[in-house]
């Protein structure tokens, strides 16, 4: 079945031979490939980029939205007598000229399929995601999850770990920066889980995330309403039956995704390399660190707040005139704060020693301050 970027979208095409002629060999080789009713209504509310939905005379109803995303059981009134009925939900909007047409190819393939039953396991439950990701399964099973999420064997896939105030908005997030390559996502204690079947790099796909988080949430800690924009962690594209170890590592690299101002809000574990060690330490052994608790300490004051904060935007941008610019202060003012904070910390950052000393510490710091609110989302085994 057409997946990921093969996906074929209903704003391609026009309402000549040539896109009707399209739209019907895409249907054709669904039927072909024997996919089951899910993945045929799954893959036409993807083409028709709005929900889609079908049910059968013994009251089953399939719906998906625009993103693949399985949604409640609701079924409009509709007109027509066949078996099964159809439909597209464009609330409101003017119908495609082609709508038609996927109507009428998506039934005549549900006609063959065969549809789950009211009971049965559904594409894109999230019980199958979790048995996709965990370990803890027996192989046969997490092949038969594969097989009933309609996932792609022949590809890899990748996990993200998210840690967000709204899952919802999260996912609607990456889902725009991977346009097409969204799989499926499931809440797995109080992270979010995501599997994507994509060919990115894991560079480029880091840095579109975290631009994107720092777009939407520009205010790097949490709101006073208690939100806060979503954290990312990425695995290592991995064969889909290794998801497991791709889950483990995206949530690994979670701990260093960060709120504070200029830490990153998305991060990929292949990017870590010997950084990663940091993980394996002990949250304790990391919190007592002397100059980690002394940079605490002194970020504890709004003065101290600030020079932390650019002491971290320097590291970052590694020039008083960079950090000014982007801070928007004078660089005698950057100047200042640095030379305050280098006398509290016994540091000479002209020294390439100590500059290394202060960027380890920050990481430290942003590792313990993501460890401690993530220690109540520890799932599928240790973190």
């Known amino acids: 079945m057409p997946t990921g970027d093969e996906q074929l979208r209903i704003s391609e095409l026009a309402s000549d031979a040539l896109s009707m002629f399209r739209g019907i060999a895409f249907f054709d080789g669904l039927s072909e490939s024997a996919a089951n009713a899910d993945a ?103 092949v038969r999850a594969v097989g009933l999420l309609g996932l792609d064997s022949s590809r890899k896939v990748r996990a993200l770990a998210l840690s967000t105030t709204s899952s919802k908005d999260a996912v609607e997030l990456v889902a725009r920066i991977c346009p097409g390559r969204l799989v499926h996502s499931v809440a797995v204690g109080n992270l979010t889980a995501v599997l994507l079947q994509d060919d990115s790099d894991d560079r480029r796909l880091a840095e579109d995330l975290h631009s994107a988080i720092v777009a939407e949430h520009p205010m790097a800690h949490t709101g006073a309403d208690g939100a806060r924009g979503p954290w990312v962690g990425i695995g290592d594209r991995m064969s889909v039956y290794a998801a497991p170890a791709s889950w483990k590592q995206a949530r690994r690299a979670l701990r260093f995704a960060s709120s504070t101002g200029y830490g990153r809000r998305a991060v990929s574990y292949g990017r870590l390399g010997s950084l990663e060690l940091l993980a394996e330490l002990p949250l304790k052994r990391l919190l007592n660190d002397p100059d980690a608790a002394r940079i605490n300490a002194i970020a504890t004051s709004p003065a101290g707040e600030q020079e932390v904060a650019t002491l971290e935007a320097y590291c970052v941008f590694g020039s008083l005139r960079r950090t000014a610019e982007e801070m928007h202060v004078h660089h005698s003012t950057v100047a200042a704060r640095l030379a305050h904070l280098e006398a509290e910390m016994g540091w000479d950052l002209a020294d390439p020693m100590d500059r290394f000393k202060a960027t380890l510490v920050l990481m430290v710091r942003r590792v313990t301050l993501s460890s401690t609110e993530l220690a109540a989302s520890e799932v599928f085994g240790e973190t």
Not at 56 to 67: F, Q
Not at 69 to 80: I, K, N, Q, R, W
């Open 40 to 142: 045929l209504v799954r893959s036409a509310a993807l083409l028709a980029e709005c929900p889609v939905g079908a049910q059968w005379a013994s009251g089953t109803v399939i719906r998906y939205g625009a993103l693949g995303d399985l949604l409640d059981d609701g079924c409009p009134a509709t007109s027509t007598t066949s078996e099964p009925a159809v439909w597209v939900e464009r609330g409101g909007t003017a119908e495609h000229p082609l709508d038609s047409l996927l109507l009428d190819r998506l039934q005549h393939a549900l006609r063959v399929a065969v549809p789950r039953s009211a009971t049965g396991p559904r594409l894109g439950h999230p019980g199958l995601l979790e048995v996709v990701l965990s370990d803890k399964e027996r192989r046969e099973d997490r």
